[in-house]
């Protein structure tokens, strides 16, 4: 099928009134907890938020590599940078307006920026904590102005961002949906369910977090730039909570929705491939599953602990748990394949080591597990594993206490709703030792697992909004980090990428399992299936027949 790429041409013109109208009828075991696009950092929502929100910048909506480039969205063009990547300045575009139907404007970019550390984003201090004045506001959230950091012209419509040190990444982070604008009047706190008005192609009108979510089209939207946010072709989209992963599945084949989130189950995928293959799409993902492990808990503020669950782990069995080897394989690194060379050198896996690695996955070593759990120590002590209560997660979480047993401790496994599961790993509050996480890139770079999951800028104790889940923090592997974001020369910063996961992996905070593709599931009424790697299938340019 022909897919909308954007380019204003009468052909996609014709294309996009044939296939107008109609409601995307999508179904999930859970909803993914809050509306406010600067606080949640949930897949299933980020995917929702990039037909509703816009920020400066955007990735290119098109399918294959290219959906990894960067488009200016709410800036007119891509921003100059007249220092090497430490200011960089962007041109506002008039005539967008919000749902509500006001102009956005200046002061809504400034507030916005502000808001970010103001409501305690996520991603506040990794992505956006190098502006000038980001320190103050981290520390004072309520007086935070970021005057020096963020400078605008009203007579050219500029905004000029300054960082205390060159981000040659600043741009990706200016388009992740963190930096949504929002109208400068939205609340300093987290919304919870009361959405907030955007300017994407559609909004949200309904929401119940324990059963329904309901999004119409956006009254106020005009398509300024069909590379960055098209049109929609639906005219509404119906979001249901409460089906089982089995039942999400079943409803699908059945036609009574047009997709499903989440991973499909192990006992479904022969069914899928046998009598659904024209409904089916396998895509590539920058993603991975991961065991990060809290360095400030016992057993695991043992070193020696720490690497014998990654010498232990059997990535195989987790690839199959997973959906096989067409769906996930063996991964030695926190950085999954595409991002950096030497993809799949194993560290922890027979006859290896951090500073002798194999050249691929051999398989676990449990005699070396055992060794260092006695070793360090801990032997029979309670280790507890946190996982989703999916039907994935929970099968991956079963043979994981059962390693954990093998290798020398007294292990459980909990499942928590998967509403709730990152906010509560995340929160030190809970006392998490160990436990089971899918991890998506935020945009193409290493960066997005190094620092995002281990950068000491990452970790807040008693928070919901912790992604170094492992409470990570090396002053060494810091410095490297930081010096990576800091060099523009792509080269250069690739070198110091692998560098940090050597000392990464040396460390052993998380343990790195397998690298996925994704199982998409589409009604027989659903057409132009359209997949970006970043965003996975796009709402607003699906329609049904």
Not at 43 to 63: C, E, I, P, S
């Amino acid at each position: 099928m022909t897919c909308l790429h954007g380019g204003g041409t009468a052909h996609a013109q014709d294309q996009q009134d044939s296939h107008r109208g109609g409601t995307l009828r999508l179904t999930s075991r859970a909803s993914a907890g809050t509306l406010d696009p600067q606080i949640d950092y949930a897949t299933m929502y980020m995917q929702l938020f990039n037909v509703v929100y816009d920020g400066l910048l955007n990735f290119r909506k098109a399918q294959g590599p290219a959906g990894s480039e960067l488009v200016p969205d709410l800036a007119e063009s891509l921003p100059e940078t007249p220092d090497g990547g430490k200011t960089w300045i962007f041109t506002l575009r008039r005539g967008v307006r919000f749902s509500d139907g006001r102009e956005v404007g200046l002061d809504d970019v400034v507030a916005s920026l502000r808001r970010i550390f103001i409501v305690g984003s996520p991603t506040a201090g990794s992505f956006y904590g190098g502006i000038i004045g980001s320190d103050d506001c981290m520390r004072d959230p309520a007086h935070c102005t970021l005057a020096d950091g963020v400078q605008t012209d009203p007579a050219t419509r500029r905004i000029t961002i300054r960082l205390k040190e060159p981000d040659a990444e600043f741009p990706q982070k200016i388009a992740f949906p963190h930096a949504s604008i929002l109208p400068a009047d939205t609340p300093l706190h987290d919304v919870g369910n009361s959405p907030i008005p955007g300017t994407g192609p559609y909004h949200i009108v309904a929401y119940d977090p324990q059963q329904h979510m309901q999004l119409a089209r956006n009254p106020y939207f005009h398509a300024w730039n069909n590379d960055a946010q098209p049109d929609g072709y639906v005219d509404a989209i119906s979001y249901d909570f409460g089906l089982s992963d089995e039942d999400g599945v079943t409803a699908v084949e059945n036609g009574q929705y047009d997709w499903a989130f989440g991973n499909k189950p192990l006992d479904r995928l022969g069914e899928l491939g046998a009598r659904y293959t024209a409904q089916v799409h396998v895509q590539p993902l920058y993603g991975l599953y991961f065991l990060p492990m809290n360095v400030n808990l016992p057993p695991f503020n043992n070193l020696k602990a720490r690497q014998a669950v990654n010498y232990a782990l059997d990535r195989r069995a987790m690839s199959i748990l997973a959906g096989g080897s067409a769906l996930g394989t063996p991964l030695c690194s926190m950085v999954p394949p595409g991002l950096l060379p030497n993809d799949g050198q194993c560290a922890y896996t027979r006859d290896a080591s951090p500073g002798h690695p194999a050249p691929a996955w051999r398989g676990p070593d449990l005699e070396r597990a055992r060794q260092l759990v006695r070793e360090s120590g801990t032997a029979g002590q309670d280790v507890t594993l946190v996982v989703a209560a999916n039907a994935v997660d929970m099968s991956m979480g079963t043979y994981v206490r059962g390693m954990l047993q093998a290798i020398g401790y007294n292990a459980h496994v909990r499942s928590v709703s998967q509403t709730i599961h990152s906010t509560y790993i995340e929160n030190t509050d809970n006392h998490v030792q160990i436990s089971l996480r899918e991890w998506y890139a935020d945009y193409p770079s290493p960066s997005n697992f190094l620092d995002t999951l281990f950068g000491c800028e990452n970790f807040h104790p008693h928070s919901d909004s912790s992604i170094n889940i492992s409470g990570f923090c090396n002053a060494q592997v810091q410095q490297v980090m930081d010096r990576a974001r800091a060099t523009v020369d792509p080269d250069a910063a690739r070198a110091l990428w692998m560098q940090a996961n050597d000392l990464i992996t040396q460390q052993s905070p998380g343990v790195p399992v397998i690298h996925m593709n994704y199982v998409d599931l589409v009604s027989k009424r659903l057409g132009n299936y359209f997949y970006t790697t970043l965003y996975h299938m796009i709402f607003s340019q699906v329609w049904v027949q």
